[in-house]
């Protein structure tokens, strides 16, 4: 069974930065696209980013281009998500998800296995 772990969540001060880190363990995660998506309270899970299995493509939500970037180490099963500039709007749980597609989707049911999220609270 494949897990993810998220882990550098915390709070924040409008305007600092953040880096989310998504460990992959379990299974081969080898051809894998990751994505990662957020859910504020009251709201449904929407999609922040996304990355291809070779890291070639990329594919952001438009609340949070320019600011937030995705990465992976393949060699290291992780997946990361350095945001900046954050502000009260991007508090919400973060999670990271697998979707065997080697390309990028925004999709959340394309998604096979989730992590059980990190809360990120920015204060303004």
């Known amino acids: 069974q494949g897990q993810l772990v998220e882990s550098g969540g915390g709070l924040v001060q409008a305007g600092d930065s953040m880096r989310l880190s998504c460990a992959a363990s379990?299974?081969?995660?080898?051809?894998?696209?990751m994505g990662w998506f957020r859910q504020a309270p009251g709201k449904e899970r929407e999609f922040v980013a996304a990355?291809?299995?070779?890291?070639?493509?990329?594919y952001y939500s438009e609340f949070v281009k320019g600011r937030f970037t995705i990465s992976r180490d393949t060699a290291k099963n992780t997946v990361y998500l350095q945001m900046n500039s954050l502000n009260s709007e991007d508090t919400a749980v973060y999670y990271c998800?697998?979707?065997?597609?080697?390309?990028?989707?925004?999709?959340?049911?394309?998604?096979?296995?989730w992590g059980q999220g990190t809360q990120v609270t920015v204060s303004s």
């Open positions: 998800a697998a979707t065997p597609f080697t390309r990028v989707t925004m999709i959340p049911r394309d998604y096979r296995y």
């Open positions: 379990g299974r081969t995660f080898s051809g894998y696209a």
């Open positions: 990355i291809s299995w070779s890291a070639g493509s990329t």
